[in-house]
């Protein structure tokens, strides 16, 4: 188990200054190992800079950046910005770019909280549909009884809305120094930077369905699916209508958008 003390604090705000991204789509990727990404985060806690804002990218989220530009500023403006998924590898393969580790949520999330119980950091989960953040918490607390969830709430409700104000009054009163929004996209990268300079929080971090994923309500696909780029076959066969558009329509979408960008990058002479 890691403790985060102020050496490493130094040593990853160090890091950070000097970290390296591709661009994809024109958003910047980084490059670090998810390791270190979980360390720099974890060390922007308590650094007095205000809510730093962190995001992924998959191939839906960059297909969506692409058809919605408010989407896009959220992400080309976020402090940090990973991969989620095979696609944006394939991507940057393709665009002759360094290629960037991947970091997967329903795997990062219990190092994080392994770091979070080390250091006292607390976590607030918003998200997913009412109860599921509650099942989540509960099961990270059962694995990590150190770790410190300061609340939770769930994602149904509409940006701008009294409801929207009520959460907000909620996090501020419980102060976490972590919060954790799983609202799925765009809605969820909208909601951080519209409220950003608002919480009263060290991280906001973009999740997706990882809420879904870590209190059992979905299963995770089999590792020789995902060990190869092909969870998205697994996610398609439980959740048929909700996912058939987003991968039998967005991927050959997003095949068709990295080959357009390759060839801008390569034009044929």
């Known amino acids: 188990m890691v403790v985060i003390d102020d050496a490493a604090r130094v040593a990853e705000h160090q890091d950070e200054v000097c970290a390296a991204n591709s661009r994809i789509f024109e958003i910047p990727v980084d490059l670090a190992r998810p ?7 974890t060390g ?9 804002r962190v995001m992924y990218v998959n191939a839906h989220v960059l297909n ?7 989407l896009r500023g959220a992400l080309q403006s976020a402090d940090l ?26 795997d990062w999330v219990w ?34 009884p150190g770790l410190r969830i300061a609340g939770h709430h769930h994602g149904y409700f509409e940006l701008g ?6 959460v907000i009054e909620d996090i501020n009163a419980r102060r976490p120094d972590i919060v954790l929004v799983g609202m799925g996209s765009p809605k969820q990268e909208l909601w951080v930077q519209r409220n950003a ?18 209190s059992g309500r979905v299963p995770r696909a089999p590792a020789w699916l995902a060990d190869n780029g092909l969870e998205w076959i697994f996610r398609l066969a439980i959740e048929p209508n909700r996912m058939w558009r987003r991968y039998l329509l967005g991927n050959p979408v ?4 990295v080959m357009a960008q390759a060839r801008r990058h390569h034009p044929v002479a």
């Open 35 to 41: 390791a270190d990404l979980l360390r720099r985060i």
């Open 44 to 52: 922007w806690v308590g650094d007095g800079q205000g809510a730093r």
């Open 64 to 70: 969506q950046s692409q058809e919605k530009p408010a």
């Open 81 to 106: 910005v990973y991969c989620d998924g095979y696609g944006v590898r394939l991507a940057a393969k393709s665009l002759d770019v360094e290629i960037p580790h991947r970091m997967t949520g329903a």
């Open 111 to 144: 190092d994080l909280a392994a770091l979070c119980a080390a250091a006292d950091q607390s976590v607030y989960l918003l998200g997913s549909e009412p109860g599921v953040t509650q099942n989540a918490a509960e099961r990270l607390q059962k694995a990590y």
């Open 161 to 166: 809305s009294a409801h929207d104000e009520r």
């Open 197 to 214: 300079h608002r919480l009263d929080t060290d991280v906001l971090w973009t999740v997706g369905a990882l809420f879904d994923y870590v």
């Open 254 to 257: 997003f095949v068709r958008r």
